[in-house]
């Protein structure tokens, strides 16, 4: 009897924590604490045609106003390189206008929102002025053209990652965007120059971001990377069977290097049924009238990767306007103090979201720099 007696109390204990209320005060004070990094956003793809990030916009996931309503504490801006680049040979270039619209077009046009930054101490620095942080990374490795002296450029010019694949296979690394293009010349994983790249990266102090690579790809940077890894906009392939996911052996090898991964908002990656829907869709009509997917898909993913891999392996990579469909409760960056509610409702603590939010980030940066150091 005292034994049934001790599973109730540990049950309706747990019943309590799922439900416990929380007050606009606790959200307020874990948002204010917090430096809520978000590794991936790709507003960029507007501000370099001219978009205002200064002015509320109606459409879009970013500006300013939505920023700082989010209590945003730092933004890696993508410095995407579509794979079109590649084929003209002209990839280099658009990194370097991608670059600049990060330097000019928000940074430097915004200084009293924004403080342009290079490590996690300037992160800090930044949260403490009270302003956010603004980073670059690259998306698409081919963006290099296959030279590490363009590397070391791009870093000089503030790059901290690069995600060594975007959807297409390039000289150097296979991509999970094109595993059944039998007219893609593939190379099992990352060839010796690729390898190269990645001892480069970890020289120069550079994050290896290993969103859209294959899996193979995966580890083989994992094993030749001296530094911990980053996912920088991917999800769990467990909760939604997309390719772009990483898989459950995946996250746990991620994480015992110590990396993170950064669950990605976009709804067929949160959601299995939002992929199932949109696999079973004509291919002309993917991508109109998404089924969303929820704030408790985004929960999901963090549980799942905390329950797998632990609380150090998880954060945050929306994927902010390199979307079409977001999550019901998450809709743009205004949006995130619903994540918060949601986390402390489901039983994390305030320090578990500040590690979730930015203080996983935060740790691998401070080890990428120290490899450099070594």
């Given amino acids: 009897m005292r034994h049934l007696v001790v599973l109730l109390c540990v049950a309706l204990s747990g019943l309590a924590q799922q439900r416990r ?52 504490g730092a933004v890696f801006f993508a410095a995407y390189v579509a794979a079109d680049y590649a084929k003209d040979k002209t990839a280099a270039h658009r990194a370097l206008e991608m670059i600049d619209t990060v330097r000019t077009d928000i940074a430097a046009r915004y200084p009293d929102t924004f403080s342009f ?26 963006a290099i053209e296959d030279d590490p002296r ?77 530094a911990p ?3 920088s906009h991917s999800s769990c392939r467990a909760l939604s069977g997309v390719p772009r996911n990483m898989t459950d052996e995946m996250i746990v090898a991620l994480a015992k290097r110590g990396g993170v991964i950064h669950i990605n908002f976009n709804c067929e990656f949160l959601s299995e049924k939002t992929a199932e829907s949109e696999r079973n869709k004509p291919e002309r009509t993917r991508g109109t009238n998404v089924l969303p997917a929820t704030l408790s898909d985004v929960v999901d993913h963090i549980d799942h990767v905390v329950k797998l891999a632990g609380l150090s392996a ?60 070594q």
């Fill in 117 to 142: 930054a290079t490590s996690a101490a300037e992160i800090e620095a930044a949260h403490r002025q009270g302003k956010i942080a603004a980073l670059i990374g690259i998306e698409g490795g081919h």
């Fill in 229 to 231: 890894l980053i996912a």
């Fill in 21 to 72: 209320v929380v007050t606009d005060a606790m959200v307020r004070e874990v948002q204010n604490s917090a430096i809520l990094i978000d590794t991936h956003n790709d507003v960029t793809s507007r501000t370099v045609d001219g978009f205002d990030i200064g002015k509320r916009a109606s459409d879009g996931h970013t500006d300013i106003p939505r920023l700082r309503e989010g209590g945003v």
């Fill in 314 to 373: 998880v954060g945050i990579g929306s994927d902010f306007d390199g979307i079409k469909c977001t999550p019901r409760g998450l809709e743009d960056v205004s949006k995130f103090p619903n994540l918060t509610r949601a986390l402390l409702e489901h039983g994390y603590s305030p320090d578990d979201i500040r590690k979730i939010y930015g203080g996983n980030t935060l740790r691998v940066m401070r080890a990428v720099e120290h490899a450099r150091a």
């Fill in 150 to 226: 363009l590397l070391r450029d791009f870093y000089a010019l503030g790059v901290r990652y690069m995600t060594l694949t975007h959807t297409n296979t390039n000289n150097w690394a296979d991509s999970s965007g094109d595993l059944r293009d039998r007219a893609v010349k593939r190379h099992n994983g990352l060839t010796s120059q690729g390898k190269q790249i990645v001892a480069e990266m970890n020289r120069l102090g550079m994050m290896v971001d290993i969103s859209h690579v294959s899996g193979k790809t995966f580890y083989d940077a994992l094993e030749a990377s001296k």
